[in-house]
């Protein structure tokens, strides 16, 4: 079982940019494709962005594209979410998720069999 930590959350003020972190354990984190979920207060935990195992795919909710970059450092077991242009709606807390090896890309939270604990970010107006 892959075990990530996120880090990186905090407030921001409209406009700024944050960098989020999911350091995960274990080796073979290179085998893994990797999401990015949010949850705002009172909705639906919905997806942000995802990263293919190879790196070499990636894709982004419609309302963060443009804004958002996800990276990953193979090396470091670690997995990147660069945030620029930030917006009030981008107010959640942030996760990040592993599925299983040598998976393609999906979109379903529900495909995912690791998660992390979550990380707040909040953008003021």
């Known amino acids: 079982q892959v075990q990530l930590v996120e880090s990186g959350g905090g407030l921001v003020q409209a406009g700024g940019s944050l960098r989020l972190s999911c350091a995960a354990s274990?080796?073979?984190?290179?085998?893994?494709?990797m999401g990015w979920f949010r949850q705002a207060p009172g909705k639906d935990r919905e997806f942000v962005a995802i990263?293919?195992?190879?790196?070499?795919?990636?894709s982004y909710a419609d309302s963060v594209k443009g804004r958002f970059t996800v990276s990953r450092d193979n090396a470091k077991n670690t997995v990147y979410l660069q945030m620029n242009s930030l917006k009030p709606e981008d107010t959640a807390v942030y996760y990040c998720?592993?599925?299983?090896?040598?998976?393609?890309?999906?979109?379903?939270?529900?495909?995912?069999?690791?998660w992390g604990q979550g990380t707040q970010v909040t953008v003021s107006s």
């Open positions: 274990g080796r073979a984190f290179s085998s893994y494709a």
């Open positions: 998720a592993v599925r299983p090896k040598y998976s393609s890309l999906s979109y379903l939270e529900t495909e995912y069999t690791s």
């Open positions: 990263m293919s195992w190879t790196g070499s795919t990636t």
